[in-house]
């Protein structure tokens, strides 16, 4: 059971990118699935949730983030993306994907670094 | 937003020694459901957090029981009852019951 992620890099102000984090030995359609991130140096930080099929696959982000980052998923793949519009400096961070049990944070992809920087 | 507030951000501790953090949170962590969504998560350097105690005090798979979890309401208590060299890290409490969910500072953990 592990979560591998993909995607980050540099990108300018403005601009868009988007992560991507594969499940392999479950499938990702049963659990909700948050995004986490820690700026350099930093504690962590919640960015938002996608929550089970069950639920239809129904999102929560944090106010910083709401209406410029935007969670999917690709049942095909068994992959959880997050999508981020209109990056600004201060998004600058390492991403985590979590699996989420019972509302606790059970399960980290490796997390992808994102610099925001002209 | 509940704001989680752990002291001390530094604990420089012996070897073998205890250790104990303190995560207060500025509402209670009661949800609705009679469930208290309070977490305690482990960093060690240059590695992603890890999950060590769920709902105050239930240890995830693999934790030793070194570590142990109590509290109530909006004062928690993470203890290591005998810290080990793999120990060293930063420890962060965590609440779910809420939305947006938080964490606390973080604190150190360092062997003297």
């Known amino acids: 059971v592990q979560l591998v992620q993909s995607g980050g890099g540099l990108v300018q102000p403005g601009g868009s990118l988007r992560l991507s984090c594969a499940a392999s030995g479950f499938s990702l359609s049963d659990h909700f699935m948050d995004w986490a991130r820690q700026a350099p140096g930093k504690g962590l930080e919640w960015v938002g949730r996608s929550r089970n099929k069950a639920n239809s696959y129904s999102t929560e982000y944090a106010a910083s983030v709401k209406g410029r980052f935007s969670i999917s998923r690709d049942e095909s793949k068994n992959s959880l993306d997050l999508q981020m519009n209109s990056l600004k400096t201060e998004d600058t961070a390492v991403y985590y994907c979590v699996r989420v049990y019972g509302r606790a944070f059970e399960i980290w992809g490796q997390g992808t670094m994102v610099t925001v920087s002209s | 937003d509940i704001v989680m507030t752990q002291t001390p951000l530094s604990s420089p501790v012996t070897l073998g020694q205890p250790a104990s953090i303190s995560c207060r949170s500025s509402?209670?962590?009661?949800?609705?459901?009679?469930?208290?969504?309070l977490s305690w998560l482990q960093q060690r350097p240059g590695q992603p957090p890890r999950l060590l105690i769920y709902?105050?005090?239930n240890r995830f798979s693999g934790v030793p029981d070194r570590f142990s979890g109590s509290g109530a309401g909006t004062d928690f208590t993470l203890k290591i009852s005998g810290v080990e060299a793999e120990d060293v890290g930063v420890y962060y409490c965590?609440?779910?019951?809420?939305?947006?969910?938080?964490f606390g500072q973080g604190t150190q953990v360092e062997i003297k």
């Open positions: 709902k105050i005090s």
């Open positions: 965590m609440q779910a019951t809420q939305f947006p969910l938080t």
């Open positions: 509402q209670s962590l009661v949800h609705s459901d009679g469930n208290t969504y």
